[in-house]
């Protein structure tokens, strides 16, 4: 079966960029986009600001009617209540998100979430009609060790406890090997694919085949312009989680664009 799967270009901005500076640069992106006529059929865009910043996202993306989505970088598992700091499913919906973000390395290795928390997560962005991005992805030395294929799936696995197969269908999955992230090291396309092709047969054999054919499953780490349609050439990886590139306008446009560009 030849699927559907519509790639999507993620922009993950961490710790960067208060509300005003994320004004600018999803204007800016807009502009560039429409610029270059980009097609959002062949490549949805999303950009994933600070909390802080959704709000000035919603009114600019809503008041301008950009195509551009935008959704969160962690929601708590809780609808509400005595949980300080928190910022729910509920009011990220409200706030017109569409994704949201969960298990990321940096909030696994310095928050200690496991995968079962990020199960509860992902559960609590389904019930609000979020898409999770459900991260997952190995270390060094595991990759160094030839475990990264049975890191990954029992990773995800366990961050797919309890969902439906219908929910999993209307998840997204995020492939990102910490060692790439932010160093400049990228998987090669074959690296990526490796994995993303053996998540995608985990997801078949625990959610059933069509399932495992609807999910999409993004790579992420140091993805760049020069090295996206390699990437994307691969037939398991349907799109990217990029990092540090996409907080620069040029950079994450030609990203989108990467159907546009030869496969080098
Ligand atoms: O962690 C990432 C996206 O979530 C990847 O970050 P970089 O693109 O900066 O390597």
Known sequence: MTHTRTPLMA???????????????????????????????????AVLPPFTDIRSVQTLVDGDRLSIKYGAQDVSPHESGAYTGEVSAAMLAKLGCSYVVVGHSERRQYHAETDALVAEKATAALKHGLTPIICVGEGLEVRQAGGHVDHCTVQVTGSLAGLTAEQVAGSVLAYEPVWAIGTGEVATPEDAQEVCAELRACVRS??????????????????????????????????????????QVDEFAAICRFYAMPVL
Request: zero cysteines.
């Open 11 to 45: 922009g993950n901005w961490k710790l960067n960029l208060n509300h005003q500076e994320a004004v600018v640069l999803v204007q800016k992106l807009a502009w560039t986009l429409s610029d270059k006529r980009h097609d959002y059929a062949k490549a949805e865009v």
């Open 206 to 247: 625990t959610h059933g085949d069509d399932v495992g054919d609807t999910v999409r499953i993004l790579y992420g780490g140091s993805v760049k312009a020069t090295n996206v349609a390699a990437l994307m050439a691969q037939p398991d990886v349907d799109g990217a989680l990029v990092g540090g590139a996409s907080l």
